[in-house]
């Protein structure tokens, strides 16, 4: 099974894959956990180009250098984890692309799906976990964490955007889970940690 978790920034996508990879662990659930951009060798040296806030990318180089990680994380990791047959639990995929480029950036949505399914070879997650929860709240929440953990801003270019551009990301990845709602379910991001986990479980088929 191929799961991805997806969301506006801060929206708790690593705090839930931290208890889910918990709770899989638990069932014996033989499993890879991963992530965009930066789930393989490619991915990571693309990693601080796309995320540090001196980098000044023009907005197709950004799509493709997104693509490009996840072209290979695709092939070089996520395939051959599902031919052996274990799942896939990775945070953020081709949702985010249409999300930020496509709905924040401007880009043409359609076009972005199609470009998608080249880079991945029409691979798409069996399941998509859509942590929902208002901009202004999970900015926050990211901006205490960095504060707490004395992050600096380096990984913060896309926190950096005005609330305009992630209120549209937030809308695209709704309109995302409406246009294919057998493949997503939005679970209310705002529930404490434990609550949303249960609906996480809920969401794929496991018991409480
Ligand atoms: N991007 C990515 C694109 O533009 N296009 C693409 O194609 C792709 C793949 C990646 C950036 O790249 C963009 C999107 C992103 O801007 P990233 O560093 O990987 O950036 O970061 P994000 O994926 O955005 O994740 P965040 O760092 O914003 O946060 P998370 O993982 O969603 O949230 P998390 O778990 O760290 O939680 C944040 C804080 O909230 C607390 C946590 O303790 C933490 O302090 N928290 C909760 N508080 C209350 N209730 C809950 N339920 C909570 N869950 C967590």
Same mark, same amino acid.
């Given at each position: 099974?191929?799961?991805?978790?997806? %969301? /506006?920034?801060?929206?708790?996508?690593?705090?839930?894959?931290?208890?889910?990879? =918990?709770?899989?662990?638990?069932?014996?659930?033989?499993?890879?956990?991963?992530?965009?951009?930066?789930?393989?060798?490619?991915?990571?040296?693309?990693?601080?180009?796309?995320?540090? /806030?001196?980098?000044?990318? @023009?907005?197709?180089?950004?799509?493709?250098?997104?693509?490009? @990680?996840?072209?290979?994380?695709?092939?070089?990791?996520?395939?051959?984890?599902?031919?052996?047959?274990?799942?896939?639990?990775? @945070?953020?995929?081709?949702?985010?692309?249409?999300?930020?480029?496509?709905? %924040?950036?401007?880009?043409?949505?359609?076009?972005? =799906?199609?470009?998608?399914?080249?880079?991945?070879?029409?691979?798409?997650?069996?399941?998509?976990? $859509?942590? @929902?929860?208002? /901009?202004?709240?999970? $900015?926050?929440?990211?901006?205490?964490?960095?504060?707490r953990e004395g992050?600096?801003?380096?990984?913060?270019?896309?926190?950096?955007?005005?609330?305009?551009?992630h209120q549209r990301?937030?809308? %695209?990845?709704? +309109?995302? +889970?409406?246009?294919?709602?057998?493949?997503?379910?939005?679970?209310? +991001?705002?529930?404490?940690?434990?609550?949303?986990?249960? =609906?996480? $479980?809920?969401?794929?088929?496991?018991?409480?």
């Amino acid at each position: 099974m191929f799961i991805t978790v997806e %969301g /506006v920034e801060g929206a708790g996508k690593s705090t839930l894959m931290n208890m889910l990879a =918990q709770s899989f662990e638990t069932r014996g659930i033989v499993f890879l956990r991963t992530r965009e951009p930066g789930g393989c060798d490619l991915g990571a040296s693309l990693r601080p180009l796309l995320l540090d /806030v001196s980098s000044s990318l @023009d907005s197709r180089a950004e799509l493709f250098l997104f693509l490009a @990680d996840r072209a290979q994380h695709v092939a070089e990791t996520i395939r051959p984890a599902l031919l052996r047959g274990d799942w896939v639990l990775c @945070d953020r995929y081709a949702d985010s692309t249409i999300a930020y480029q496509g709905y %924040g950036r401007g880009m043409d949505t359609d076009r972005l =799906q199609e470009l998608n399914d080249y880079a991945t070879g029409g691979l798409w997650p069996d399941r998509t976990l $859509l942590l @929902d929860l208002p /901009v202004e709240t999970g $900015l926050a929440r990211a901006l205490a964490r960095n504060g707490r953990e004395g992050l600096t801003q380096s990984e913060g270019r896309f926190e950096a955007e005005e609330l305009a551009f992630h209120q549209r990301i937030r809308e %695209g990845f709704l +309109a995302r +889970a409406a246009r294919w709602p057998e493949r997503f379910r939005v679970l209310d +991001a705002t529930l404490e940690p434990e609550a949303l986990l249960r =609906q996480a $479980l809920t969401a794929l088929g496991l018991s409480c």
